[in-house]
């Protein structure tokens, strides 16, 4: 592994974090760095900066050879230069809302914090498969990530921008309330009763309830 050119991707969701080492001149992962961890991401900011750190720290101290640099894909809202969170009302990382994070994790990972990039998710997500994956080839691209929200991205001529579509206006509510995780568990609670923590657990139910595969029908409708 070339030490070089090789930086550190951390993908922060509202339920895991995953990060690996990335090989930048190929623009290639390197694979055996590959790691996926879940995260409270409504714990304190003690507990959900603490579980951040561990998780890079593990890959550092099994690739020591790597050279500290990190870029961090983040959900919005976020001052993303200055690695201030703005995130409040979504149900993930309240206790995040105006912390300097990006200056907390220097701290902590005793590094510079030149050496931390921030960038919105959705934007990051697009960027990879604008370069190295499904939108290899075109120059106008539109990114929509399902997760615990709604992460939406638009891609021009090299290019990549946070739409930032989450909060605009959609039936009686906003985006992000329905193309998200809670529009899942909150719909099957109303139809069946029953509380499931997200799409996977609801998943194991697909089978056996006929509420699920209805569910997914509306969803897709």
Not at 47 to 63: G, Q
Not at 110 to 126: P, Q, V, W
Not at 133 to 159: D, N
Request: with cysteine; proline share 5%; net charge negative.
């Amino acid at each position: 592994m070339n030490s070089s050119s090789h930086v550190l991707g951390v993908d922060i969701g509202g339920s895991h974090l995953t990060a690996a080492l990335v090989d930048i001149d190929h623009n290639k992962l390197f694979t055996p760095s590959y790691i996926r961890i879940r995260v409270n991401s409504k714990g304190t900011a003690y507990e959900i900066l603490n579980t951040w750190c561990e998780a890079i720290e593990s890959v550092f101290e099994k690739y020591p050879q790597a050279t500290p640099r990190i870029g961090f894909a983040m959900p919005g809202p976020f001052d993303y230069e200055k690695g201030i969170s703005k995130i409040k009302g979504l149900d993930k990382y309240e206790a995040l809302y105006d912390m300097p994070v990006k200056e907390h994790l220097a701290n902590r990972l005793k590094i510079e914090t030149s050496n931390i990039l921030m960038l919105n998710d959705a934007a990051c997500f697009l960027k990879g498969e604008a370069v190295a994956g499904a939108g290899k080839g075109y120059q106008h691209i539109i990114g929509l990530t399902l997760g615990t929200g709604t992460g939406t991205a638009t891609y021009h001529e090299g290019v990549t921008l946070d739409a930032n579509l989450g909060p605009s206006p959609f039936m009686d509510s906003i985006a992000d309330e329905y193309f998200s995780t809670r529009w899942f568990v909150n719909q099957y609670l109303q139809r069946s009763g029953k509380q499931v923590k997200d799409v996977k657990a609801l998943l194991d139910y697909y089978a056996t309830d006929p509420q699920v595969p209805a569910l997914f029908e509306t969803f897709t409708n």
